[in-house]
């Protein structure tokens, strides 16, 4: 097993890692600004988180340099995305601090995704990712820190971040979805297989 490919295996450890600090409660401390509360455990947890996240652009840069690119590697690679994402939203609801509708729009925009280029892979073409891909993700990691840290330090003068940047990444999200939808309208349409 490859370099890249140990550091997606190890971006999956950490998805229950990060779980773990988000839900298992336990009195590590906690610190008070404003109008909210942030714990230890939270703050490790975002660190995992962030850590984690990092990782994504880590392995793909050392496979494409090292030409490492392998199948394993190609399966890995978006299941370890899809997880830790996936795993964020489902504690943040957990937690009460995300809509579990906020956390299916998302989900379901991975799942789509993912559907239309096992499509085009089976026609022998590639989705590639898009601008608006990689926007979606960037978005879609800030709003989950700043719902991990329970919106600091901004609660401390009530500016509402962590939710505009949710609403951002939720839109963001739709938006990039319906544009690989329009971009690769002619995979689906013209698929051997439906």
Known sequence: MNLANKITLARIFLVPVVMFFLLVRFNLGQFQFGQGVITVSEIIAALIFILAAV???????????????????????????????????????????????????????????????????????????????KLKTIVQIIAIVALMINNFPFSSVAFPFAKIITWGAVIITVWSGVDYFIKNWKVIRFSKHR
């Open 55 to 133: 990782t994504d652009g880590l392995d793909g840069y050392i496979a494409r340099k090292r030409k490492l690119v392998t199948n394993l590697g190609k399966l890995l690679d978006p299941l370890a995305d899809k997880l830790l994402i996936s795993a964020a939203l489902i504690s943040l609801v957990e937690m009460q601090r995300l809509d579990a509708w906020v956390a299916i729009v998302i989900i379901s925009r991975e799942f789509a995704v993912t559907g239309l280029r096992m499509i085009a892979a089976a026609e022998g073409e590639v989705v590639a990712a898009s601008p608006w891909g």
